[in-house]
């Protein structure tokens, strides 16, 4: 009977862990595609403003030219064929940079850059094997930190320019070269023993090491910052009975003195 109460506990002990493993991997990819679709919603509202925009610039021109020289049946046909051409590719325009976005290109602003690396590793996640996902979850979730601070700092900075190379060569070349080499090689030893899949989930796991390093170098630096004005604050202001305000006893005092000049 103990026996079956252990393995029973053993196995439960092993479900646990499973699910729980499989928590911590859903929950970054769950958040990235979340972010995805945020900005996919985004892009289409932009579109929809785009082609709204030039469907009202199409039909203001007709309208013009209506008042100069009447346009006839002719050029009202025309007026709809120039709305559906510039609406049509206004939206395949709009629908190509959704459904395949490029790698961050060099000259994006920092936060601009972060956005659109999450793009890019969230598609192109789905080609890669199952240990190299998770270290893309993995990276995913040290994104919106890094953003959040990058947006303040200097596209100079020495640690930004780390962050912005990973982002927009480094790490988008090592899985484009990646998805180069055949399937039926990729399981094949190099001189050291390892294969193309155990080389890119080394490369991805340095590289969220790196920016995780970035973002947190950059938390630290805020938080420093914080403190320091919290001192100061504290040290210039903290003593000053002027803003501390009258004492208790002080207020008495001015109480009993003034009854006693009454009396």
């Keep these: 009977m103990s026996d079956v109460t252990d393995k029973v506990e053993r196995a439960i002990a092993r479900f646990d862990r499973v699910t729980h493993q499989l928590d911590q991997r859903d929950g970054p990819a769950r958040d990235a595609a979340r972010r995805e679709r945020e900005r996919l919603n985004a892009g289409l509202g932009r579109t929809a403003a785009k082609v709204a925009a030039g469907v009202v610039l ?6 013009i030219i209506g008042f100069v020289q009447p346009i006839g049946i002719f050029g009202f046909l025309a007026a709809v064929v120039a709305t559906v051409v510039v609406a049509g590719a206004l939206i395949a325009s709009g629908g190509r940079r959704a459904v395949s976005p490029p790698a961050p290109s060099a000259d994006l602003p920092n936060g601009a850059m972060v956005d659109r690396f999450d793009s890019y590793i969230y598609r192109a996640r789905r080609g890669l094997p199952a240990a190299a996902q998770a270290q893309l979850d993995s990276i995913s979730a040290v994104l919106p930190p890094l953003k959040q601070t990058l947006e303040r700092v200097d596209t100079l900075d020495p640690r930004a320019q780390d962050a912005r190379r990973l982002m927009s060569i480094h790490l988008p070349g ?4 990646y998805s180069n080499v055949p399937s039926a090689y990729r399981k094949e030893q190099d001189g050291e023993g390892k294969t ?3 080389r890119l989930v080394e490369s991805l796991a340095a590289a969220r090491a790196a920016l995780g390093e970035v973002s947190e170098q950059l938390a630290r630096q805020d938080l420093a910052a914080f403190e320091t004005q919290g001192r100061f ?13 009258p004492a208790e006893g002080s207020d ?12």
């Design 174 to 177: 090592l899985i484009d070269r």
């Design 196 to 198: 193309v899949d155990e």
């Design 252 to 263: 008495g005092g001015k109480v009993e003195s003034q009854d006693a000049s009454s009396t």
């Design 58 to 63: 199409v039909w203001l021109a007709t309208i």
């Design 233 to 245: 604050i504290k040290s210039r202001y903290g003593d000053d009975p002027q803003l501390s305000g």
